[in-house]
């Protein structure tokens, strides 16, 4: 439990090594917990789990194998279907597990997922059958962090599934820092007869927010307002959902206070994503609630880890389409820089800063942001590294 962060956005640490502790943690208190991986434990951080169990394996081992024996409990097959099977089983049963991939490679086993839902729907309905726990999806490496790997492991195309399903049984999280990262963990293992799908980096990343305001996130719809980055009475609403994108937008405000000190901005950090809603399937963010957020008349700029209409088509349903401008994941991608993927993406610092200065019509600062922008490009072309960080 941290019970504050002194100074929000200047420690970095990493999601997915937090993560892996606490499946560490959970493999040590609960004989009968599995962790199911195509063959990324290790590069997506959850090393730490080696630490109380073995990779499960029956065939004759090398001395610089990692652990394993015939009892691990960690499951790892270069096959995300099989996986998907054999975990939902140990579901069934009525015991607990976790399965961990990339972002772009979730989507493989989308009819599975989508035929388990329809398994929880219809289950539900018979009186004799015990809740079952949730199928809990850890997914990193995610399509702003895939420098080396490119355009080929880009795709958030599983959230937008989930987020259009109309079962609502699917609740796609999106913590910000390492701490919300284990608030949704805890969230994840209380959760019974619902999907969880919960996006985050490996990389280390600021820590933005304390145990209690991760807490407050799931009681409050999902959403709640960043006091550190805000002003009383806003001029505009700037939100975000999702890691990089937090970060992002956290950084154009820096940028737009420094360049319009009067203009006085909110941002709204968003946790989690349902059906038709922001928050989760059990507790969605009422309208009166996103009025109080977001108020009923100040333009709302946005940014999305993942397709933009997918968040667009949420946010449609709690005030008009005119209020907004959304950014997000747009199918650009390449092998490139991280600061290079966002501003293809128009989801970066500048592009945000670029919006609400068009908003406000100050010409004069679209031209510098722009002027920014493309001398960020040239250099990454140039050098392979980026000049903002």
Not at 286 to 298: A, I, M, P, R
């Amino acid at each position: 439990m941290i019970d504050r962060v002194k100074n929000p956005g200047e420690e970095y640490y990493s999601p997915a090594e937090k993560i892996g502790e606490l499946l560490r943690e959970r493999f040590e208190k609960d004989s009968h917990f599995y962790f199911f991986s195509p063959d990324e434990t290790t590069s997506n951080r959850f090393s730490a789990i080696f630490d109380a169990s073995e990779r499960a394996w029956n065939l004759p081992t090398e001395k610089w194998d990692l652990p394993e024996s015939p009892d691990g409990r960690i499951v790892e097959m270069l096959s995300e279907n099989v996986l998907f099977s054999v975990m939902t089983g140990h579901l069934m049963n009525g015991e607990q597990a976790m399965m961990g991939s990339y972002e772009a490679f979730f989507p493989i086993i989308t009819s599975q997922l989508l035929q388990q839902i329809k398994f929880i729907k219809q289950s539900r309905r018979v009186s004799w059958r015990r809740p079952m726990p949730a199928v809990n999806l850890l997914s990193t490496s995610t399509c702003w962090r895939q420098d080396h790997n490119g355009f080929t492991h880009q795709s958030p195309a599983l959230i937008s599934t989930l987020l259009s399903h109309p079962a609502n049984l699917a609740n796609c999280l999106f913590p910000v820092d390492d701490i919300a990262a284990e608030e949704a963990f805890s969230f994840m293992l209380a959760s019974k007869n619902v999907v969880n799908l919960t996006t985050f980096n490996k990389n280390p990343l600021p820590r933005y927010i304390d145990s209690h305001h991760a807490i407050f996130q799931y009681a409050n719809g999902g959403a709640s307002i960043y006091q550190f980055a805000s002003d009383e009475n806003p001029d505009i609403i700037l939100t975000a959902c999702g890691d990089i994108v937090t970060h992002e937008t956290l950084e154009a405000i820096k940028i737009l206070k420094k360049d319009l000190p009067q203009l006085k901005i909110r941002f709204v950090g968003i946790n989690a994503l349902s059906y038709r809603a922001i928050g989760t399937t059990e507790n969605k963010l009422t309208k009166k609630g996103f009025n109080e957020l977001f108020t009923d008349k100040c333009p709302i700029l946005a940014n999305f880890h993942g397709y933009p209409e997918t968040l667009e088509n949420i946010l449609e349903n709690y005030t008009e389409r005119r209020r907004l401008r959304v950014h997000g994941f747009m199918e650009e991608g390449s092998t490139t820089t991280p600061f290079e993927m966002l501003r293809r993406n128009a989801a970066s610092r500048y592009d945000l800063a670029i919006d609400v200065a068009e908003i406000l019509g100050q010409r004069t600062l679209v031209n510098k942001y722009q002027a920014i922008l493309e001398q960020n490009h040239l250099h990454a072309v140039e050098t392979g590294v980026d000049l903002v960080k």
